[in-house]
């Protein structure tokens, strides 16, 4: 079963980069955060509700809270870089440049939870696709005239993805410790909304007043957060069962460049598409291998 919340979350987070690229063209990036956080806090509301009335919410502590502070610390830290990269990169880029997360989560994962036992050989193939998968990335953002060397926004792109590893690895810690998917969902969200206020509040309008884009509304915001927040609960379900291995569900999670991919070929008509399709071909056949050894 927690295969199939991966893969929820995979085809959610792919949507979700596309509707981030659409708010975020021509649009200034801290006003769609921050929006973002808002609606994602809204959505989950009444689970916070829920909680204070009944009795039953786990975060009625200190210790608690503070975690779930630092949980949404990193993942604003990780969307504000995104956001910035994914508005300023090809969207195909942006999507293979993801593909750096589940590498990342796979080391720690191992050194962590000591997960390398329990991989199976098909997964590690299907990693090791995901790896050669990475290093073809390199070459399309050369061919592109992307380096870290005359690009601040590949730079921004690739902390965000160590940030959000970072962030996957947590979320398997918490729910290793009993927290529940909902309530993690819906503290983290909140305390997103307020960070976000804090930073809106220094440097929003600052923003606006030396040349960055003015703010626009558009519905795309608000199916951003739709889908990031049916992308995080399936994935903290996932994480949830005592059976779930976080590098797999991370590698199977990759697959949402493919939304991503698609959408930038077909919609946007993004260069070099031969190179991006020997990429995704990599990264479907590795996902595939994901899949397969979770369910044999």
């Known amino acids: 079963m927690w295969v199939a919340f991966a893969i929820v979350s995979m085809l959610s987070l792919g949507f979700y980069d596309v509707f981030k690229k659409l708010a975020l063209e021509r649009n200034n990036v801290f006003w769609v955060l921050f929006l973002n956080t808002v609606f994602c806090t809204l959505f989950m509301l009444p689970v916070l509700v829920k909680g204070f009335i009944d009795g039953s919410y786990s975060f009625n502590n200190w210790h608690n809270h503070g975690l779930m502070l630092v949980k949404a610390a990193i993942v604003t830290s990780s969307w504000l870089l995104g956001y910035f990269a994914i508005k300023n990169l ?5 999507g293979s440049i993801n593909a750096l997360r589940p590498v990342l989560v796979l080391v720690g994962a191992i050194i962590i939870f000591d997960e390398g036992s329990r991989i199976n050989a098909l997964q590690w193939i299907g990693i090791a696709l995901g790896v050669v998968s990475l290093a073809w990335i390199g070459f399309i953002g050369r061919r592109e005239g992307v380096t870290l060397k005359n690009s601040l926004w590949l730079l921004s792109g690739l902390l965000s993805v160590v940030l959000w590893a970072a962030s996957g690895l947590y979320d398997k810690w918490l729910m290793s410790h009993g927290f529940h998917p909902l309530e993690v969902e819906a503290w983290y969200s ?31 915001i608000l199916l951003i957060s739709v889908f990031i927040a049916v992308a995080d609960l399936t994935y903290f379900y996932a994480l949830s069962a005592p059976e779930a291995l976080v590098s797999v569900a991370s590698m199977i999670r990759r697959g949402s460049a493919l939304v ?6 077909f919609v946007l008509h993004e260069r070099n598409v031969r190179l991006k399709i020997i990429d995704q071909s990599l990264l479907i056949i590795g996902v595939a291998l994901m899949i397969l050894g979770s369910v044999l």
Do not use: C, E, K
């Not at 960055?212 to 795309?220: G, I, L, M």
């Open 90 to 94: 090809p969207l195909t880029l942006q």
């Open 190 to 220: 909140f305390y997103q909304f307020v960070i976000m206020l804090m930073v809106v509040a220094v440097v929003g309008r600052r923003f606006n007043s030396i040349g960055h884009d003015r703010f626009q509304w558009r519905w795309s």
């Open 260 to 265: 991503a991919f698609f959408y930038g070929i």
